[in-house]
């Protein structure tokens, strides 16, 4: 087996299925790269590495009609942000993630935390069909009617199961959003705790985001800060929801109404010769609750270590009504997502304070129902289980069993035969 990185760039599935049956023949390991956002694509390893870059054509099946959906045909190797913005020509849109250069690939496999979670779901609750390349070089299609076993493991399951080269969603009409930025200057305990009560019975068209950061770029400026979208063009009615947060001491709030593509985030290139970014010590869950003690653990963490984050995301609401059973993606009864860790910057902290940031995040972790696969960027096989629920795990492993026995896909949250 070489050492050598053979990047191949496939312009049809055609193509990728020949890449697919020549690394069978040459014994090659498969890297597959749509965003380029994952660990693994970041971190290249010998062996045949497939950039689905120019398989990125957005397709609309038909016209939607007034207040339908439409039908989607997504290239495997498009990026959000493309998609955000071809999709406004013809007011619609799709839940998705939060970053404009993050690919649909990855983040769909995944699940698909994003703005519009409560309203719609996950990336991978709208998909309805999709294009695969499977482990044999077979190019098939996987939809509720056909192949079910492989579309009930690709809503979830992450990159296990084949190559995505075509994703179908349904795409909903959206006249507008209106978006709050609420900026902290006071108790980040209490607006947290003001927050979580006021999203117990919150209408699903809004989803919350709190998130605490140091100095790092202009799209995430330092200090903690709600962000809220109302999925309408209505800022009065956010200001109203709003103002059990947006009322407190301390809290700063502008309301707008952006086009729905421009609040997806646009990540800076780093600088030519930039060191590459720190490390990251910590992790994510999906809770079912942010209950008193966790908001206490959050704000101490982040007053404990001053090259922290922590970032919230509110669940529920069309997130919930998926029956659990219906997909691979775990903790349908989770109404939080939450992350939090320190940045492992040389220098600036040393092996005690590693291992303190280490010990604080698994005290914090110890109420999670699952971990969040999109938010691991670690390659660690111990905790693949603990991404999904038990039944859905063993599923998952005779499914992968089924279409990809070799295990020829397994530069990903790896699913163990």
């Known amino acids: 087996m070489s050492d050598d990185i053979v990047t191949t760039r496939p312009t049809t599935a055609a193509e990728v299925a020949d890449l697919v049956r020549r690394a069978q023949r040459e014994s090659l390991t498969i890297t597959v790269v749509a965003g380029g956002h994952g660990p693994w694509s970041q971190a290249p390893a010998p062996g045949l590495r497939i950039e689905l870059g120019a398989l990125s054509g957005i397709e609309i099946e038909g016209l939607a009609l007034d207040g339908e959906d439409a039908v989607v045909h997504i290239g495997g190797g498009a990026v959000w942000g493309d998609v955000a913005a071809t999709l406004a020509d013809d007011g619609l849109a799709i839940s998705s993630g939060d970053t404009a250069s993050v690919g ?138 709003m103002a059990p947060v947006a009322d407190l001491d301390g809290v700063v709030a502008e309301y707008t109404t952006p086009v729905y593509r421009d609040i997806l985030l646009e990540m800076p290139e780093p600088p030519e010769g930039a060191e590459a970014p720190p490390g990251f010590i910590g992790g994510n869950g999906l809770f079912a ?53 320190g940045f492992d910057i040389p220098g600036v902290i040393d092996d005690a304070a590693r291992a303190a940031i280490r010990a604080d995040w698994e005290r914090m972790q110890a109420g999670r129902l699952a971990e969040y696969g999109n938010f691991a960027d670690t390659e660690r096989p111990d905790a693949v289980p ?25 530069r990903n949250h790896n699913i163990a035969v």
């Open 386 to 410: 603990g991404m999904f629920t038990p039944q859905a795990h063993e599923r998952l492993r005779t499914i992968k069993a089924k279409w990809d026995p070799q295990n020829v896909f397994r």
């Open 104 to 241: 649909v690939g990855g983040l769909t496999l995944g699940g698909g935390i994003g703005w519009m979670v409560r309203s719609w779901g996950l990336a991978a609750d709208q998909l309805v069909g999709a294009q695969v390349v499977t482990a044999t070089g077979e190019i098939v299609e996987a939809s509720a009617d056909e192949n079910p076993d492989l579309f009930w493991a690709l809503r979830g399951g992450g990159g296990n199961f084949g190559i995505v080269t075509r994703f179908d969603f349904r795409a909903h009409p959206i006249n507008g959003i209106a978006f709050g930025e609420h900026v902290i200057d006071g108790d980040a305990g209490g607006v947290m705790r003001a927050m979580r009560d006021l999203m117990h019975d919150a209408p699903r068209e809004l989803t919350v985001t709190y998130m605490d950061v140091p100095p790092m770029y202009p799209s995430a400026p330092a200090g903690a800060r709600i962000s809220a979208v109302w999925a309408d063009a209505d800022p009065e009615r956010l200001r109203q929801v």
């Open 289 to 341: 609750e942010l209950d008193d003690d966790l908001i206490d653990r959050l704000v101490a963490f982040r007053e404990a270590y001053p090259a922290s984050v922590v970032f919230l995301r509110s669940l529920g609401g069309a997130y919930g009504d998926v029956p659990q059973e219906s997909a691979a993606f775990p903790a349908r009864e989770a109404n939080w997502f939450v992350m939090a860790g």
